[in-house]
């Protein structure tokens, strides 16, 4: 991962290896490469319509300085006696070479910003597939994550960075080009003198995008700083609590401070840079006085008309602005530099990714499925969250996980559901070890509902469908799974019933409480015609009739089907047909509620406890 191993990457230092990073003609050249291959994939007529409109631009500049001097010869004709006459074609074709510039140049604006569109469009259209499809385990990774975020935050704005510039380089070395030899031919010494006045200003250039650089990373940490209370300030879910502990006064306090302290920097900043530019555009001034000097010295040696002297000027002052665009164009490609290397470090995980869908489907149901001496650690954590861990699930069966907070219980649920692999041993389905079958199919196999389950901002019916995007849409069937969840009552009474929208971030929705969301997404789990179901406290949420209704009906609503849930209430799981007990990762015991009571171990004394807790009010829950 963009070689950055598994610390986090401060996007200080990022735009510090920006800086550093190494300027050498070779990596110029592979990054005009790499640029050229992304605009080129996505949209290669609009890119071919552009190149060749920046040649019909540049020959357009070139034929305006041939006019120029066409032009001056007839003023010169004029004053000695000549007729208007001869004005009037080098008029016309100035006019005309003016107009048809001014036009390919809006057209090219236009398609540039659509072809920047598109670049974007198809940097997003690669990321996001690879983002839905690497293995869980990589969101894991810190550096997976910050690449991950990095991409996602420039994929607005690089890829029109990059197409500018790329764009700007061509035209600008067009332009360069024709209006160079052009200048060549009227005198060649006079390209001498516009590299001399180009030099203060390429030195002074460089200086100044110095200094913003240094300005913009000093500004970094301010600016995430600011970025995070202004999210504070206004975001859905601290709303309440600003105002319950009247936290908004400080913190638009303190938003503001930081805002004042960037605004004094800026004013300095702002001020280094004017005297720079200054400084640059004196020189180069003096130079360009020089070259008029040079200029009139060579119409006095009869080297040159007046009228190739003034073209000469016209020529000097078009390419002044070219070369400086040039190398803005290849500074700003070096800058996107980082964001393509990333593109492409994120790319390569597209490949591992499609691994994961190699081998056999997975069967249509099972007899059994066997988690055997499983043990799984965490990317980055040095203590296994799994060890040794033997589970048995027969088809028809409820099972039920139990124990303490961190005792594995929802790291086995992910490795159940094929979410991860685990590291030590295999879960077998009647067999045959998961890791050999094409993952997506063992997903598709598998219902799962964690704790943290999505809350889409979606309608409610697409709530319930999100657990089986790949089935027609059927009302009935939504309708059905959030009867077995309780939730088609209030869903049903919502003000567009299902077509409610249930989010309050768009116009007409509604939220729901939690215990209703968490009905949703059992729904959802059980929209989806799996053999196996995953609940992870399904009910947490819940008031006490909510669940022992789901629970009740528990073994009606699953219809055969398989049920792993996870639970702390003990009063949920003493119905299911085997408990597993883990405690530190490992299964500290099994059996059905009563042998778990009758033997006595760690399932009887957290049972006791609870049920103590319930029935003597001096003792605390636990
Ligand atoms: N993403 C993660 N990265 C590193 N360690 C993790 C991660 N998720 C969980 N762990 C660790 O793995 C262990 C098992 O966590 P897990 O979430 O499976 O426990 P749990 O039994 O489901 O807990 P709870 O009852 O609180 O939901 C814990 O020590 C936890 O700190």
Redesign the pocket.
Known sequence: MAGDGETFVDPLDLRVRERNQRRSFRRGATLVARSTSLVWSSGRWLFLALAALQLVGAVLLAGQVLVVERFLNAVVDLSEGGSMQGLVGPVAALAVLMGAAALVGSVQGSIRRFLADSVARRTWQQVLAVATRVSLRQF?SPAFYDSLQRVSANAASRPLQVTQALLGAFGSAAVTVTVGLTLAAIHPALLGLLVLGGLPLLLTNRRESRLEFDFSVRQTYPARERGYLSIVLTGRNEAKEIRAFGLGRTLRRRFDGLYGRYQEDLAVHLRRRTLLSVVGNLASALVLAVTLFFVVWLIAQGEMTVAQAGAAIVAIRMLQGQVATLLGSVQSIFEAGLFLDDVDAFMELGPSADSLEAGDPAPESFAEIHAQDVGFT?P??D?P?LRGVDVTIRRGEVVALV?E???????LAKILAGLYDADDGAVRWDGRDTRTLDRSTVRERVAPIF?DFVRYAFSARDNVEVGDVEAPGDDDRVRAAAGRAGADGFLSALPQGYDTMLSRLFRGGRDLSGGQWQRVAIARAFYRDAPLIILDEPTASLDPRGEHDLFESLRDVLAGRTAVF?S?RFSSVRSADRIYV?DE?SVAEHGTHDELMARGGLYADLFTLQADAYLDPGRSTP
């Open positions: 894991e965490y980055g954590s203590v969250a124990g907070n961190g005792s594995g219980k929802t790291t704790q996870i702390h883990l990762g």
